[in-house]
């Protein structure tokens, strides 16, 4: 048998009272067959839950099978609270999504159980889901250029474009985004937030928004994609 951590990305009904779980590990995506999860009597019946993150024995070759397990930490904090959930289950959708893409999945693994267990206890915890989102555009090449122009590397009187993939200088700026200079200086904090180092300051709701607009533009312009939690969240917060 194989030992597999990782967190439940995806499940999905197999059959009658079955089900196929999508877990993220540091070595990328895997699929494993849990068989009779969806029995009341089941004693493994949470262990597909959105979220776990599980401590799990698999067996087989093309399609795994479960043979037994434990969750380490189910997060009690994010599930028992809509915002916060609805929130995350953005993010599994979003590390789902590109989980095919060839990048470096241990340290994106490390750094999602890392903001996990911040979240679970912080109710100020959207800047570190952000942080998520801004670190994946870096794993997937796609990340904006913050302090010097994409185009010829100056850096004075910078403004920010989407289509252009961050700063420009006024002669190579073509679509400018606007953005205040605080939520820009709050973004530019998200991205080279160093959770080992650094103490987050305060980021004001208005400066939130902005910054929430800023990365939906950006993935749906540079990566086509604006997952269904994120639509859900604009009834719940309001944006």
Do not use: W
């Not at 009597?41 to 959105?50: A, D, E, Q, T, V």
């Not at 570190?128 to 122009?149: A, D, F, H, T």
């Not at 920010?160 to 709050?186: D, R, V």
């Not at 910054?211 to 939690?229: A, G, M, N, P, V």
Request: aromatic letters at 12%; proline letters at 3%.
């Amino acid at each position: 048998m194989e030992n597999i951590k990782g967190i439940v990305l995806k499940s999905i009904n197999y059959k009658e009272s079955s089900k196929i779980i999508y877990v993220y590990t540091k070595n990328g995506l895997i699929s494993i067959l849990i068989h009779g999860s969806n029995k009341i009597k089941n004693r493994y019946l949470n262990i597909p839950r959105l979220l776990n993150y599980i401590d799990i024995y698999v067996s087989g070759k093309n399609l795994l099978t479960f043979r037994d397990g434990d969750i380490l930490e189910g997060y009690p904090n994010i599930v028992n609270d809509l915002e916060k959930y609805t929130y995350a289950t953005h993010i599994l959708e979003l590390i789902y999504y590109f989980s095919s893409h060839e990048h470096d999945h241990e340290k994106l693994f490390n750094f999602l159980l890392k903001i996990f267990d911040i979240i679970n206890k912080d109710n100020n915890y959207i800047p570190y889901l952000n942080m998520i989102e801004l670190k994946l555009l870096y794993l997937l090449g796609v990340n904006p250029s913050l302090n010097k122009c994409v185009v010829c590397g100056k850096t004075n009187s910078l403004q920010f474009s989407i289509t252009e993939g961050g700063m420009c200088c006024p002669e190579h700026i073509q679509n400018p985004y606007k953005i205040s200079n605080i939520a820009l200086e709050k973004l530019k904090e998200l991205y080279f937030f160093d959770l080992s180092k650094d103490k987050l300051s305060h980021i004001d709701q208005s400066s939130q928004k902005e910054i929430r607009f800023l990365i939906d533009k950006y993935y749906e312009y540079h990566l086509s994609i604006k997952t269904e939690s994120r639509k859900l969240l604009i009834g719940l917060l309001g944006y």
